[in-house]
């Protein structure tokens, strides 16, 4: 199991545990977790509405490609810490991080 | 005014393909988009990007689709409002509409067809103290003329390629141009990134980077932004016009507030003609909702379709509607 944190817009969290080996985004787990994440463009890196803080953790995740920093460069709340979920692969990177959402809501 | 007998709100690939549908029964079109193209979420997000399950066409390019959308809607002549975003609508004695927009067009027409997708995109508001009270007195989110910023003082804000493009298009017509970037690197094309760090070893252009502007300041117009470095050090620095370029995000909307049904910013509608709980409403594409809906292209060709055999009534109260398939008549055309 791979177990990181969720904090949502009101910086309520929650743990989640997911199973090793499913081939999932970290976009695609929050949609299914039921959190508010627009990800308009279905995760191809074209929206960034799928905007997260990496409040922990960050340096054990792969580096952004360029397509991902092409994105958070047109976001005007990014930080330096910022990634887009879509481009997070659920794997045992994520383990024990925490994840604040900021994409936009509609 | 501009007088039609249906108003589509939203350019995108379903609004074009209603005009389609719509001409073949003899109705003309306005359509009318926030954005100053056609195309919608194609032109705007994904312009380069191949789609594959639009039937006959095994793999088409998303602008390539709204050129031909385009081509295959031009013998209606339809007229377009680009640009605009739709903001009222009211309601005339005999119950046909009057359509205006946020910058003051009107447009009569019978039926009223939201296709409006994702919504209305609107700039990316970075968070600056003071924003919104400076916007159209100093503050504006695109260059819509440049000439209004010769021998201006301008800052720019963002580190996209918007930013960059006008930041060396501007370094030519404004008095002086500041481009402020919370990073030291750019993302955008390399070729642009390179022309804006040659500028400014040129000093034609001051580059502020790893620095954020966060408040603006002046006397009923902009005069002064506030830059706030990694270090947490503040410099102000003069300005008359500040262009923050962070792209856009759909948003709803007006059209939230005009007595639809909504649920979950988008449309319920009747899945027999796609009509709205507001008579001579209609709402097609990815902005309605019902049971199995998909925000596919190809759904929002089909409720088109359905949608003006329905508006048919209003336009041609008097006439009996017989369908016809194109290969018996052919197109015909206004
Ligand atoms: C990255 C990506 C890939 C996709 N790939 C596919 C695919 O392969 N196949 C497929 O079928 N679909 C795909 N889609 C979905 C497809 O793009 C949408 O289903 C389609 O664009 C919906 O068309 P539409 O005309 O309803 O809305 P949109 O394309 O969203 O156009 C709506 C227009 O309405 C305008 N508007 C809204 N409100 C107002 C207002 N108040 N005033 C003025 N203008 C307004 C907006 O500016 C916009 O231009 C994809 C989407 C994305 C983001
Ligand atoms: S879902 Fe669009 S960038 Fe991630």
């Given at each position: 199991?791979i177990?990181?944190?969720?904090?949502?817009?009101?910086?309520?969290?929650?743990?989640l545990e997911i199973?090793?080996?499913i081939?999932?985004?970290?976009m695609?787990?929050l949609?299914?977790?039921?959190y508010?994440?627009?990800?308009?463009?279905?995760?191809m890196a074209?929206c960034?509405t799928c905007h997260?803080?990496?409040?922990?953790g960050?340096?054990a995740?792969p580096p952004?490609r360029?397509?991902?920093?092409?994105?958070l460069?047109?976001?005007?709340?990014a930080d330096p810490?910022?990634?887009?979920?879509?481009?997070?692969r659920?794997d045992e990177?994520?383990?024990g991080g925490?994840f604040?959402i900021?994409?936009e809501?509609q | 005014m501009i007088?039609?007998?249906?108003?589509i709100i939203?350019?995108?690939?379903?609004?074009?393909?209603?005009v389609?549908?719509?001409g073949?029964?003899?109705?003309?079109?306005h359509l009318?988009?926030?954005?100053?193209?056609?195309?919608?979420?194609l032109?705007?997000?994904?312009p380069?990007?191949?789609?594959y399950?639009?039937?006959?066409y095994p793999?088409?390019?998303?602008?390539?689709?709204?050129d031909?959308?385009?081509?295959?809607i031009e013998?209606?002549?339809?007229?377009?409002?680009?640009?605009?975003?739709?903001?009222?609508?009211?309601?005339?004695?005999?119950?046909?509409f009057?359509i205006t927009?946020?910058?003051?067009?009107?447009v009569?027409c019978q039926v009223?067809?939201i296709?409006?997708?994702?919504?209305?995109?609107?700039?990316r508001?970075?968070?600056i103290l003071?924003?919104?009270?400076?916007?159209?007195?100093?503050?504006a989110?695109m260059?819509?003329n440049p000439?209004?910023?010769?021998d201006?003082?301008?800052?720019?804000?963002?580190g996209?390629d918007?930013?960059?493009?006008?930041t060396v298009?501007?370094?030519?017509v404004?008095k002086?141009?500041t481009?402020?970037h919370?990073?030291?690197?750019?993302r955008?094309?390399?070729?642009s990134?390179?022309?804006v760090?040659?500028?400014a070893?040129?000093?034609r252009?001051?580059?502020v980077?790893?620095?954020n502007i966060t408040?603006?300041h002046?006397?009923?117009?902009l005069?002064?932004?506030s830059i706030?470095?990694k270090d947490?050090?503040v410099?102000?620095?003069?300005?008359?016009?500040?262009?923050?370029?962070?792209?856009?995000?759909?948003?709803?909307g007006?059209?939230a507030d005009w007595?639809?049904n909504?649920?979950?910013s988008?449309?319920?509608?009747?899945?027999?003609?796609y009509?709205?709980?507001?008579e001579?409403?209609?709402a097609?594409?990815?902005?309605?909702?019902y049971p199995?809906?998909?925000?596919?292209?190809?759904c929002?060709?089909?409720?088109?379709?359905?949608m003006?055999?329905?508006?048919?009534?209003?336009?041609?109260?008097?006439?009996?509607?017989?369908?016809?398939?194109?290969t018996v008549?052919?197109?015909?055309?206004f």
């Amino acid at each position: 199991m791979i177990q990181f944190t969720i904090e949502d817009r009101d910086g309520e969290r929650q743990t989640l545990e997911i199973p090793e080996g499913i081939n999932l985004s970290l976009m695609e787990v929050l949609k299914a977790s039921d959190y508010n994440i627009l990800a308009t463009c279905g995760g191809m890196a074209l929206c960034a509405t799928c905007h997260v803080q990496v409040l922990e953790g960050f340096d054990a995740l792969p580096p952004a490609r360029d397509a991902e920093l092409d994105m958070l460069d047109t976001l005007p709340d990014a930080d330096p810490d910022s990634r887009l979920a879509c481009q997070l692969r659920v794997d045992e990177s994520l383990e024990g991080g925490i994840f604040k959402i900021r994409g936009e809501e509609q | 005014m501009i007088t039609t007998d249906i108003c589509i709100i939203g350019a995108g690939p379903v609004g074009l393909f209603a005009v389609f549908e719509a001409g073949l029964l003899k109705m003309r079109c306005h359509l009318i988009d926030a954005l100053p193209q056609v195309g919608g979420q194609l032109s705007e997000i994904y312009p380069q990007k191949p789609i594959y399950d639009i039937p006959g066409y095994p793999a088409i390019n998303a602008q390539q689709l709204v050129d031909n959308l385009m081509e295959q809607i031009e013998p209606f002549h339809p007229t377009f409002t680009l640009g605009e975003r739709v903001e009222t609508l009211v309601r005339q004695a005999d119950e046909s509409f009057v359509i205006t927009t946020n910058d003051g067009t009107s447009v009569h027409c019978q039926v009223v067809v939201i296709a409006g997708g994702l919504g209305c995109f609107e700039p990316r508001k970075p968070e600056i103290l003071n924003l919104e009270q400076f916007e159209g007195k100093g503050v504006a989110y695109m260059v819509k003329n440049p000439e209004q910023l010769r021998d201006r003082r301008v800052v720019l804000a963002g580190g996209g390629d918007s930013a960059l493009d006008w930041t060396v298009f501007l370094a030519d017509v404004a008095k002086e141009v500041t481009l402020v970037h919370r990073s030291d690197s750019f993302r955008g094309a390399p070729d642009s990134a390179e022309k804006v760090f040659d500028l400014a070893k040129e000093g034609r252009i001051n580059l502020v980077l790893q620095s954020n502007i966060t408040s603006i300041h002046g006397n009923g117009h902009l005069q002064e932004v506030s830059i706030t470095a990694k270090d947490k050090s503040v410099t102000n620095l003069a300005a008359d016009n500040l262009i923050p370029l962070f792209g856009l995000t759909p948003k709803l909307g007006p059209i939230a507030d005009w007595g639809l049904n909504i649920d979950k910013s988008a449309i319920l509608v009747d899945t027999t003609d796609y009509s709205t709980n507001v008579e001579r409403i209609y709402a097609i594409g990815d902005i309605n909702t019902y049971p199995g809906k998909l925000k596919l292209i190809l759904c929002g060709f089909h409720e088109a379709a359905l949608m003006c055999q329905s508006a048919f009534r209003y336009v041609y109260p008097n006439q009996k509607l017989s369908f016809k398939y194109t290969t018996v008549n052919g197109i015909p055309t206004f």
